[in-house]
């Protein structure tokens, strides 16, 4: 990457006492590992639209698709400030080149999903978005979001940092004069990465890529850009990785030796059968892709998607 890529945070996830008790959620993972390779750009909402620190608590109530922000002991209602205060905020955020957002989970004007929302009773339901994080999602639909909760899962962990860092080399090609060539150079790098989270996606870019030529350019990119964010938030899976690891064998068949040959279909085997992490098979091939000097597996994204130090594929 030319530039670290930009992303979004809830401030107390990087340290900063802003909470309603004036303490901070500090996510050293996000802080000390991600953070050599991004560049944050902080957000509490909260602060931001004037209440103090500390301050009473806060919750969701009513409606869970069209909640009300209320403080917790006094029933203030701050709905009305939120919205306009996260309204004008998603319209500055618009100038970031933002390629994703890491929320605070269960907060109400940040949690992404599951949030706590209060009933006439005062029974809560799981089934709540924070304000902000709603209002910044509907206005960014294709920027990947995740929350601090859920980033402890090594699944959803690796699938959100590959989906940033896949942005963001998007983002360099649409930086540049759009043409259709420069598209498919694009796409032919990103093949076997897209297939391992969605076949479907992958016959349809590859079809959407083939009629270039009969589209405009800027409608091509545009629909290039929605089916390669919606293929890749779709969950890679074992099952799906081991189909291109041995798509992937195939271009082997004429050069590994006997012993290599025998040494790699087992290396996947084990993988698929959850003996291995996937970075085994994969540092593998690029051992083979280095040695005998293979043109087309040395240019794919799905081999070297996000830095080796993430440590990413050591758990999935």
Known sequence: ????????????????????????????????????????????????????????????????ESPRLVTSRTHKDYTAKILRWAREKVAELDKEDLCGFIFKSKSPSSGMERVKVYNKKGIPVKKGRGMFARIFMDHFPLIPVEEDGRLHDPRLRENFIERIFTLKRWREVISKKKTLGGLVEFHTRQKLLILSHSEKHYRLMGKLVARGKQISIGRLYAEYEILLMEALRMKSTVKKNTNVLMHILGYFKKQLVSDEKQELPEIIDQYRNGYLPLIVPVTLINHFVRKYKQPYLREQTYLNPHPIALQLRNHV
Do not use: N
């Open 1 to 64: 990457m030319k530039e670290k890529i930009k992303l979004g945070i809830s401030t107390c996830l990087l340290g900063e006492s802003v909470r309603y008790d004036g303490g901070h959620k500090l996510d050293r993972f996000l802080t000390a590992t991600l953070g050599q390779y991004v560049q944050y750009v902080p957000v509490c909402p909260e602060v931001e639209c004037g209440l103090s620190i500390p301050r009473e608590a806060m919750h969701l109530e009513g409606d869970p």
